[in-house]
Nanobody, 116 residues
Framework: QVRLVESGGGSLQPAGSLRLSCVAS????????MRWYRQATGKERELVAG????????NYADSVKGRFIISRDNGKNTVYLQMDSLKPEDTAVYYC?????????WGQGTQVTVSS
């Protein structure tokens, strides 16, 4: 059974930091590209960051470049999203995504709220 379980969300003030984690099981983690998406209320889901299977390549949405870092630990089947200098516009539900060829899996999401 495939599972993606996110954690680390919460409420905080602008300029703060959070680290999201996503623990995967039920598939060969190291062969999948892992991505973080987010969806704010009333908006479409958007890609935030991605990392290839061995971690050799990453990509980021322009809105988070220089503030967020995606990383992975294949020994722990875990992908992380370090979020610094958070802004109110980063408020959203953050979803973990695993992708390889025609296979794609999603986590249940974790809420991040940035507000003063």
């Amino acid at each position: 059974q495939v599972r993606l379980v996110e954690s680390g969300g919460g409420s905080l003030q602008p300029a703060g930091s959070l680290r999201l984690s996503c623990v995967a099981s039920g598939f060969t983690f190291g062969t999948y590209t892992m991505r973080w998406y987010r969806q704010a209320t009333g908006k479409e889901r958007e890609l935030v960051a991605g990392i290839t299977g061995a971690g050799e390549s990453t990509n980021y949405a322009d809105s988070v470049k220089g503030r967020f870092i995606i990383s992975r630990d294949n020994g722990k089947n875990t992908v992380y999203l370090q979020m610094d200098s958070l802004k109110p516009e980063d408020t959203a539900v953050y979803y973990c995504n695993a992708f390889r060829r025609r296979f794609e899996y999603w986590g249940q999401g974790t809420q991040v709220t940035v507000s003063s």
